[in-house]
């Protein structure tokens, strides 16, 4: 259910921006008119502009929610998206002609031609071009929102998967302890029948066998570096070499021994 919440909101959210982005671009188109547009006066040129710019918005949006709704398995997403403005460019050259012959500016300049069929589809054609340019460069902004509502969804989805993933690492062993740990678990260390547990906000101590913990704690979150030790991957700051001997310093500086039988398993982690 919270998926489709965040989905209506996720629309919602983008139909807002469109709507802003296009009645600022019309307003900024009026602020900028030219004589030609003087005729209407300063609110007739902003309501013209805001009325064109809207049935362009309105052309755009409604051929790409059917483009996306019908060709989504077979387009990938930059594909539906040059589909939708090419074909939306089609009925809104025929709207926004009708528009400007009822206003008295006949783009197609049929005041200077022959009206006859042929010379009509020739000037369909030519304000299709004359208008593609303009119509590419709005429906890109328009589109804006929509692009980076995705990219960050995806960021979002991103993070929330990787906070599951440690969630479910920390929820075996470590999760059932009680009272809860504080902080995050740094590393363990077996001490007869019980294990000393170093975290972020000081030590515990747990009874329970240590090769039970270490089996109970996903390889995603640590691994076991000695017989009687367990380190957290991210709290590994530094390897420490001493002759034969390998120890790791952890985040807190404490220096963790590593055993031979572990090394090659060490040297892997470390090498990833």
Sequence with gaps: ???????????????????????????TLAAHQDAYYAIFGVLGSYLYWT?????????????????????????PTWARYVSAILLSLIPFTLAITALDLVMGLPELGLD??????GSRGWA??????????NHIILSVILLLPRLLLQIGSQVANV?????????TAQASFFDSINPPLDGRVYCMEAQEHYISITTSDGNRMVLHRFSDAVKQTPSTLGMQVHRSHWVAHAAVKDVVIEGQSMKLKLIDDKEVPVSRSFRTTVDKQLNN
């Design 1 to 27: 259910m919270s998926g489709t919440y965040l989905k209506q909101d996720f629309i919602k959210l983008e139909e807002f921006w469109i709507v802003v982005l296009a009645l600022l671009t019309a307003w």
């Design 51 to 75: 009325f064109r710019i809207l049935i362009e918005t309105a052309f755009l949006t409604a051929v790409l929610f059917a483009v996306e709704k019908y060709c989504h398995r077979i387009l």
């Design 112 to 117: 200077s031609i022959d009206l006859h069929s």
């Design 124 to 133: 369909f054609g030519l304000e299709l071009f004359y208008l593609l340019d």
């Design 159 to 167: 993070t929330e998967s990787d906070l599951k993933k440690e969630t």
